[in-house]
């Protein structure tokens, strides 16, 4: 008898530790962002981040609004398009779809989520990057970027909607059906309604992937510190810079490195929250 | 039963509101006999498993139906077949033939919706779609062409007022239909189909998921529709079927196949049915 | 009035446009997914040979192999797993036996893994390189590499095992409570072998994110391509080789192509394997009740 009250307890607190560690990483990587930061933060205001004169960090220039344009244009871009494809190819394979393509076509999803970012990268940089010089030099460019973040986003936003749009009822399709709603009027007037909490969270996670990206886009999009004029410019982003700096930045320009890791990191923080709150709501 | 029945219809109709049912437009329901549904030899299967055999039956219109028998001898089933939403099962086969108004629904060339839009339908389970109280009767309103805001707008006033919840809703017509009580989500449903102007209303219990007060509600609103409608109705509740339906059709299970055992008028089956099975159920000796 | 054999055109036109729109960009995302596969197919499978998977790279991976890569690969993901699974699968444990789902320690916890899920991979990179590489002085090695993929894979860890465990029928608890069973002989005995299925396929899936991932560990396993003497030696994992060959190295395309093919292959294999436990616990669970 005690000795099993003995190891429960024992057990207990071995359990306690490990989730404790768990939470606490978490902890630990703010800790050490803000760390690693404050040689910057502390110093300047961060207006200057903004308003400086441009990206020259080795003398003391630190205008990250490029980048974050960079970054913003390319998810944005990238989303516009997988939100249209996504979302058809989920309603193809609930609703459209003739029965003998839906399992070929969904493992083919499936399979697609499961692709490293630095494969779609590398394609990206054989295959595509060439073609779109043809049309217009030098092919590493924003365009460039949004297509490839396209198709790392487009499983995501597929594989959620699929699974909002499965998570209908079949009391609505079918009180749909008996009102003689055709299939498009039944999607866009009771099924999307019921699903588009599922949805929107879906697309808000891709979002966020989308923004955080980092292999694939610096293989593609030329990485040119500018706010590009048209889709053909390059771009770098946030994430890019990172990873392209990181190997030789000293000091203060570390830290802003590590200030613009902050901002990624609160950006899609941010994404995630609003994520989970929308998938809470149901039916509203 | 069926005297009585033409009767609440009359005195229902005493009251001068404009927009609640009005006088009888075709005489009392039932007196002539005229075939809307003529079903022939309809047998159904759920992926090789007969659930419907060989059931041949006619509904007359303008009357209450009564569907009646145990769970799982297809009376749902065969509800389903009417307005051809065994389209949407997968692995569902029908056989036989279905009429209405002497035109066979499982030809190819008959447009479902349009057959859907004439054949109404209330399920169980109360199940308004999760939009706005109004959107939910525009919505198919719209579907279906009428897209006049002021026709739009007075039929749904109208059907509100046919089903009494106009009353209750009409300050919060744009509140989610959801937050609506069980009671008040199937009369919206039952609203939602009549505004499309159906001839024939399906109805699958529709009481059942209902405590009784709101089942009463529902039941009174039933008996009214009696006569503007043709009505089929699946119910467990015998006691109903006596007291609302013109005919009843009896269903039972024989070797794991829901069949037809009886059809007549509703005071027969219930007073004087041919078949020991009826009159067995009826009596609460079996099912 | 009743005429169903009536066709409503504007309807029937919109439900062709609509189904044609569809189906077209259907064909688009299939057939730009099936060159994107069939490229890496026909780039790799030339170069592929089980040289190439045994030899190490020469002339900056021009030449030789991937035998080196694929062992640094191997213990970078060792490493992870071996600090990751413990954690993870306690975490998890704790999470849905031993406090309730309302308790504040227990939201603290998985709200802390919820954030730690959204981290984009470069972020775990500068983390792993301030904390591992500098702070603890485990330089650019496979160890520091290893224990900043531990943290990125602890979330998804904790999320299947904890979801494999509540899948566990109350019934076994209750009964187990009955028969006088601890409750650390329920988990250990009755609760973990019958999630196990789950647990499986959590820790295939985190074994794929894993040899993915190319960001988080730029700046802490470093990328040096020689076998690996130590977990102290940096080490290069194969989605970085590939980033090297292809963005660093030219005329590297040809090996990037079949390292792609073999991580492309790898992970494939992975998602499978972990698809067909979680389908195959789903089926068993059916067939059950």
Known sequence: ?284 | MNPDQGKAVQTDCECDDAYTLGPLQMGPPCCDPEPVIQVEDLSLQYSGKTALQKVTLDIYRGCITALIGPSGCGKTSFLSAINRLTDLIPACQVDGRIRVDGRDIYDSACNVQALRRQIGMVFQKPAPFPLSIRRNITLPLREHGITQRLTVESITEQVLRDVGLWNEVCDRMDTAALSLSGGQQQRLCIARALALSPQILLMDEPCSALDPIASGVVEDLISRLSGHYTIVIVTHNLAQARRIANYAAFFWVKERAGQLVEFGHCRDIFESPTHELTAAYVNGIRG | ?289
């Open chain 1, 1 to 284: 008898m005690f000795h099993s009250v003995l190891t429960d307890t024992l057990v207990r607190w071995i359990l306690r530790a490990g989730a404790v560690i768990s939470a606490l990483v978490m902890l630990l990587i703010l800790i050490f962002l803000l760390i690693e930061s404050w040689p910057v933060l502390g110093q300047i205001t961060p207006t200057r981040f903004f308003t400086d004169a441009s990206w020259h960090p080795l003398e003391g220039a630190y205008n990250l609004m490029p980048m974050l344009s960079g970054t913003l244009l390319a998810s944005v871009g990238a989303l516009l398009l997988a939100i249209p494809l996504g979302i058809a190819s989920a309603l193809f394979i609930i609703f459209y779809a003739p029965a003998f393509f839906v399992l070929p076509y969904q493992r083919l999803i499936e399979l697609l989520a499961g692709i490293p970012s630095v494969v779609f990268g590398f394609w990206g940089l054989t295959t595509l990057v060439p073609l779109i010089n043809q049309f217009h030099p030098p092919g590493a460019s924003l365009l460039a970027a949004i297509l490839v973040l396209t198709l790392m986003i487009l499983p995501t936003i597929t594989l959620t909607t699929h699974s909002a749009l499965k998570a209908v009822p079949d009391e609505f399709l079918h009180g749909a059906a008996a009102l003689g709603l055709s299939r498009w009027g039944m999607i866009y007037g009771v099924v999307f309604p019921a699903a588009h909490a599922g949805i929107v969270a879906g697309i808000i996670l891709a979002a966020g992937r989308a923004i955080g990206e980092t292999m694939a886009v610096l293989m593609v999009a030329g990485n040119v510190v500018q706010h590009p004029q048209g889709l053909f410019d390059p771009i770098r982003t946030l994430a890019a810079n990172i990873a392209l700096e990181m190997a030789y930045a000293m000091d203060d320009h570390r830290a802003v490195l590590f200030v613009s890791g902050l901002l990624l990191m609160i950006l899609v923080m941010m994404l995630s929250a609003m994520a989970g709150k929308i998938g809470k709501h149901k039916y509203v």
């Open chain 3, 1 to 289: 009035m009743f005429d169903v054999f009536a066709i409503n055109r504007w309807q029937y036109y919109r439900e062709l446009l609509v189904q044609l729109i569809i189906y077209i960009l259907v064909l688009l995302v299939s057939a730009v997914f099936i060159w994107l596969l069939f490229d890496l197919t026909r780039g790799g499978l030339a170069h592929l040979s089980w040289e190439f998977l045994t030899e190490s790279p020469r002339d900056a991976g021009r030449a030789g192999g991937i035998g080196s890569i694929l062992v640094s690969t191997l213990l970078i993901l060792l490493v992870a797993l071996f600090v990751a699974v413990p954690l993870a699968w306690t975490t998890a444990a704790l999470l849905s036996e031993f406090v309730p789902t309302t308790s504040q320690f227990g939201m603290t916890v998985r709200f802390s893994l919820q954030v730690l899920a959204g981290v984009p991979s470069i972020v775990f990179g500068l983390f792993g390189n301030a904390f591992f590489s500098i702070y603890l002085g485990l330089g650019f090695s496979i160890l520091s590499g290893g224990l900043t993929l531990a943290c990125m894979l602890l979330p998804i860890l904790v999320s299947t095992a904890e979801a494999g465990l509540r899948a566990v029928p109350q019934s076994y608890r209750l009964s187990a409570a009955a028969l006088g069973l601890s409750r650390t002989a329920t988990l250990f005995q009755l609760l973990l072998p019958a999630a196990a299925p789950t647990l499986a396929a959590g820790l295939l899936l985190g074994i794929g994110r894993a040899v993915a991932e190319t960001a988080a560990l730029l700046f802490t396993s470093g990328y040096v391509d020689r076998m690996p003497g130590s977990l102290l030696d940096s080490g290069r994992a194969l989605a970085l080789h590939i980033f090297d060959l292809s963005m660093n190295v030219p005329g590297g395309d040809t090996p990037a192509y079949a390292s792609a093919l073999v991580l492309v292959v790898l992970l494939l294999s992975i998602n499978i394997m972990a698809m067909k436990l979680a389908y195959g616990l789903q089926r068993k669970r059916i067939m059950s009740v």
